[in-house]
């Protein structure tokens, strides 16, 4: 093959200039990537390892935590996913045209949380729910309402974590619709207007279809995140009561480094990054063909 | 073009900045020794050594600064002063209970284990089946052994070799507000103030219903009478405790959990009644033993679990306005013969395998240096004192020391030395949250948990270094 030693040489730098970026993508993604696929195929103890093949994945599907776990990922995925992108095109589209003044002050409420660390807003959760000493079963106790154990009743554990991430989290969602909303050419308003559009009209038929890329953008983001979602759990029920609110992460991160079985956790993670690849490529197809 | 060969030089220097930075980690990193010490003829040993919270000060908890690492940074500046082989630098890391084992796993699985560990024995058994602790025997000698009592070394010893150097005890009993007791008028259930108290069952459930009816709510707005948890391994032990309190073995000769019968359901069904009826703090599916321990401190509980340094810190925080003053004494925890359960937490420290035999010898030499040294073992006394002559010395300022060795008779072995200890406390709390919430009953608890906890058992015998041999 004849090399194009002009092309080569003018695309040096090009390709010096990407190298420190492409080399930690090498070490820090892509190889533990392929690392972490070994180690799901061997049985690792401090003596060494044994391959076992694919005995981790069957032990995994045979274990009924790690089925729980996969259940109530996907309902985190879904219910926190469909949450934030319907109440962030709900707020966003309310107040996107508004005073530039009032659409700073929303935006500003609703991004706090976003900057406050995951873990300081789960200890603040945590405060508010404990059921021995926390302030809202204390107000509830004070007001004789029933005693509700918000962290620790099965059925309530998975809405409650539901609403604390999706409360943490919906502010970034706001911000990039609003941006992206603000975008949208003023004259699509007009001509709407001059067409008699109402409102609900102006909403469905303009702004959602033209703000489509953010929304792909914002379902991938969401979905990565909560896949991985780990802090609120670990500090707020600690996967309980009796594995109810275990995540895949949480799985994973007890079978690495409580349970130290490295094999298994590896197991875990070659599937998340298969759900996640799942979940991920239909929708980047999408938003690549669009572009 | 002369920008264009700079950015093509400082391009490749990136690079190669990058590379020798990744190369070098291994070099550098703390842990090695190293010949090239300028001042001093010696060579230099770095270990490092890890501890939970034990207890604060070098020898009591009311010195000037006194925190968790201060004993041991003591005891390495002395160790330094007089070691003559090497110039030994420790450096000493505090490393929260709930977080040993991620910790240990992570550095073990990244060959950079600490060269110590100090903590309790039941919680480490596990790195010694697992090969990862060096075996001490060979630093135990006649006057320990004579000066140590022989249940202490068998605690710490797994196979046939010693792997943790006993330094001192934890004995875990309860704690009361006897404050609260006169004040719901239980005077006659509150034992004296060096006495650690015995109830009988019937008495402790007539405690348990006084205090829920008659504790002035004035005086201790939301208290409960008795703190209940669940939410994950931390103070489990207690957990365990109450489920031998209808006289279940736990454990048979061979090391399996035979929790299934009519006595273990029963201690189940017992601690789901008392959660049930109010005499507990609500939701213990979801409390933490450190959210019981403040609510205690708080005086929101009359009964709490607590261990020997526990209940020397819990003064020392009232003595120093930390936490509100009140009367709290000891009790043990009652059975349905009438004798108390008691158990205890042997606490001593660990050699790792770190591969690096000189840092493993200097490891060990620090070791049987801080443990056996007369001055330094005195600071046993913040817990209770393994070594005989440590009691003897301190019987008369802690009279306690008498009282837990009355205890001693009734103590039983909650680890049961099987391996795979860490992975089965992981089993407990789950099957304890569905006996709370009531998704399960107390019969299918035990028999679900004797059921999983002997898998565990049984893979980590597979696994284990000390039965393959």
Same mark, same amino acid.
């Given at each position: 093959?004849?090399?194009?030693?002009?092309?080569l040489?003018?695309?040096m730098?090009?390709y010096?200039?990407?190298?420190p970026?492409?080399l930690?993508f090498? *070490?820090?993604? &892509?190889?533990? !990537?392929?690392e972490?696929?070994r @180690?799901?195929?061997?049985?690792? +103890?401090y003596?060494?390892?044994?391959?076992?093949?694919?005995?981790?994945?069957?032990?995994l599907?045979?274990?009924?935590?790690?089925?729980?776990?996969?259940i109530?990922? *996907?309902?985190f &995925?879904?219910? !926190?996913v469909a949450l934030t992108? @319907?109440?962030?095109?709900f707020? +966003?589209s309310?107040i996107?045209?508004?005073?530039?003044?009032y659409?700073s002050?929303?935006?500003?409420?609703?991004?706090?949380?976003?900057m406050?660390?995951?873990?300081v807003?789960?200890?603040?959760?945590?405060?508010?729910?404990?059921?021995?000493?926390?302030?809202i079963p204390?107000v509830m106790?004070?007001?004789?309402?029933?005693?509700v154990?918000?962290l620790?009743?099965?059925?309530?554990?998975l809405p409650v974590i539901?609403?604390?991430?999706?409360?943490?989290?919906?502010?970034q969602?706001i911000?990039?619709?609003i941006?992206s909303?603000?975008?949208v050419p003023?004259?699509l308003?007009?001509a709407a207007?001059?067409d008699g559009?109402?409102?609900?009209d102006?909403?469905?038929?303009i702004?959602?279809?033209?703000v489509?890329?953010?929304?792909?953008?914002i379902?991938?983001?969401n979905i990565?995140?909560?896949?991985?979602i780990?802090v609120v759990?670990?500090l707020?029920?600690g996967?309980?009561p009796?594995?109810?609110?275990?995540?895949l992460?949480y799985f994973l991160?007890?079978?690495?480094?409580?349970?130290n079985?490295?094999?298994?956790a590896?197991?875990?993670?070659?599937?998340?990054?298969?759900?996640?690849?799942?979940?991920a490529?239909?929708?980047?197809?999408?938003?690549?063909?669009k572009? | 073009?002369?920008?264009?060969r700079?950015?093509v030089?400082?391009?490749f220097a990136?690079?190669l900045f990058?590379?020798g930075?990744c190369?070098?980690?291994?070099?550098?990193?703390?842990?090695?020794?190293?010949?090239?010490?300028?001042?001093?003829?010696?060579?230099?040993?770095?270990?490092s050594?890890?501890?939970t919270?034990?207890?604060?000060?070098?020898?009591?908890?009311d010195e000037e600064?006194?925190?968790y690492?201060?004993?041991?940074n003591?005891a390495?500046?002395k160790f330094?002063?007089?070691?003559?082989?090497?110039?030994v630098?420790?450096?000493v890391?505090v490393i929260a209970?709930?977080q040993?084992?991620e910790m240990l796993?992570?550095n073990?699985?990244g060959?950079?284990p600490?060269d110590i560990?100090?903590?309790s024995?039941?919680?480490?058994?596990d790195?010694?089946?697992?090969g990862?602790?060096?075996p001490?025997?060979?630093?135990?000698?006649?006057?320990?052994?004579?000066?140590i009592?022989?249940?202490?070394?068998d605690?710490?010893?797994?196979?046939?070799d010693?792997?943790?150097?006993?330094y001192?005890?934890?004995?875990?009993?309860l704690v009361?507000?006897?404050?609260m007791?006169?004040?719901?008028g239980?005077?006659?259930?509150?034992?004296?103030?060096?006495?650690?108290k015995?109830?009988?069952?019937?008495e402790?459930?007539?405690?348990?219903?006084t205090l829920k009816?008659?504790?002035?709510?004035?005086?201790?707005s939301?208290a409960?009478?008795m703190g209940?948890?669940?939410?994950?391994?931390?103070?489990?032990?207690?957990?365990?405790a109450y489920?031998r309190m209808?006289g279940n073995?736990?454990?048979d000769?061979?090391?399996?959990?035979?929790?299934?019968?009519?006595n273990?359901a029963?201690?189940?069904?017992w601690m789901k009644?008392?959660?049930?009826?109010?005499?507990?703090?609500p939701?213990?599916e979801?409390?933490s033993?450190?959210?019981?321990n403040?609510?205690?401190?708080n005086q929101?509980?009359g009964?709490s679990?607590t261990?020997?340094?526990?209940?020397?810190?819990?003064?020392a925080?009232?003595?120093?306005?930390?936490?509100?003053?009140?009367?709290a004494?000891?009790a043990n925890?009652p059975?349905?013969?009438?004798?108390p359960?008691t158990f205890?937490?042997v606490?001593?420290?660990?050699?790792?395998?770190?591969?690096?035999?000189?840092?493993?010898?200097?490891?060990?030499?620090?070791?049987?240096?801080f443990s056996?040294d007369?001055?330094l073992v005195?600071?046993?006394?913040?817990?209770?004192?393994?070594r005989t002559s440590?009691?003897?010395e301190f019987?008369d300022?802690?009279?306690?020391?008498?009282?837990?060795?009355?205890?001693?008779?009734?103590?039983?072995?909650?680890t049961?030395?099987v391996?795979g200890?860490?992975e089965?406390r992981?089993?407990?709390?789950?099957?304890l949250?569905?006996l709370?919430?009531g998704?399960?009953?107390?019969?299918?608890?035990?028999?679900?948990?004797?059921t999983?906890?002997?898998?565990?058992i049984?893979s980590s015998?597979?696994?284990?270094?000390?039965?393959?041999e």
């Open positions: 093959m004849k090399v194009n030693r002009y092309a040489k003018r695309n730098t090009g010096l200039f990407i190298a970026q492409l930690f090498l *070490v820090f993604l &892509v190889y533990p !990537i392929f972490g696929i @180690l799901s195929l061997f049985k690792i +103890s003596q060494g390892t044994t391959f076992v093949g694919f005995d981790n994945y069957t032990a599907f045979s274990n009924p935590v790690f089925v729980k776990s996969v109530n990922t *996907v309902v &995925v879904v219910a !926190i992108v @319907l109440f962030a095109i707020v +966003s309310a996107f045209d508004k005073n530039a003044k659409v002050f929303i935006r500003g409420s609703y991004y706090i949380p976003v406050v660390s995951m873990v807003m789960s200890m603040i959760w945590g405060f508010l729910l404990n059921p021995a000493n926390g302030l204390y106790r004070e007001l004789e309402l029933p005693a154990n918000f620790g009743n099965k059925d309530l554990v539901i609403f604390v991430t999706f409360a943490t989290n919906v502010g969602a911000i990039l619709y941006a909303m603000i975008g003023k004259e308003f007009e207007e001059i559009a109402n409102r609900k102006v909403i469905f038929k702004l959602i279809p033209l489509k890329p953010t929304t792909l953008y379902i991938i983001i990565i995140a909560v896949l991985k780990f759990i670990q707020l029920t996967g309980g009796n594995n109810a609110s275990t995540t992460m991160y007890n079978n690495a480094f409580k349970y079985q490295l094999g298994i590896s197991a875990v993670g070659v599937i998340m990054f298969v759900i996640a690849l799942l979940l490529i239909p929708q980047l197809r999408t938003m690549l063909r572009e | 073009m002369l920008r264009k700079l950015f030089v400082l391009g990136l690079i990058i590379l930075a190369s070098d980690e291994g070099s550098s990193s703390e842990g090695t020794t190293d010949s090239s010490d300028s001042d001093s003829s010696k060579d230099k040993v770095e270990l050594l890890w501890l919270p034990q207890w604060k000060g070098v020898l009591d908890s600064g006194a925190d690492d201060s004993f041991f003591h390495a500046e330094a002063a007089q070691y003559e082989e090497y110039d630098e420790i450096d890391e209970a709930d040993r084992d796993n992570v073990l699985n060959g950079t600490p560990f100090y903590e024995v039941f919680a480490m058994g790195y010694a089946h697992r990862a602790l060096v001490l025997n060979d630093i135990v000698d006649e006057e320990a052994k004579g000066d009592a022989s249940n202490y070394w605690t710490v010893t797994f196979g046939d010693v792997y943790f150097y006993p001192s005890h934890m004995p875990g009993t009361y507000n006897a404050d007791f006169k004040a719901a239980l005077e006659d259930y509150v034992g004296g103030e060096e006495e650690i015995t109830w009988t069952l019937d402790f459930d007539t405690v348990l219903n009816e008659d504790v002035p709510t004035d005086k201790y939301n409960y009478p209940l948890y669940a939410l994950n391994t931390q103070g489990d032990t207690w957990n365990l489920l209808f073995p736990f454990f000769d061979n090391g399996n959990i035979v929790l299934n019968d009519e273990g029963e201690a189940a069904a009644d008392i959660n049930d009826s109010g005499l507990t703090n939701g213990a979801s409390v033993s450190n959210d019981v403040a609510m205690f401190q929101q509980l009964i679990f261990n020997s340094v526990l209940y020397n810190n819990t003064i925080d009232m003595e120093s306005g930390n936490a509100p003053e009140f009367d004494r000891l925890i059975s349905e013969s009438g004798d359960l205890t937490y606490t001593g420290a660990a050699v790792f395998d770190t591969g690096d035999e000189t840092r493993i010898k200097v490891s060990k030499d620090f070791v049987k240096f056996s007369p001055e005195k600071s046993s006394k913040n817990g209770v004192p393994v440590v009691a003897e019987k300022e802690n009279p306690f020391f008498a009282a837990y060795d009355e205890n001693a008779q009734y103590m039983f072995s909650f049961g030395n391996p200890y860490s089965l992981q089993v407990l709390y789950p099957e949250q569905a709370y919430t998704e399960k009953t107390p019969e299918q608890v035990v028999e679900d948990y004797q999983k906890g002997n898998e565990v049984e015998r597979a696994d284990s270094v000390i039965y393959s």
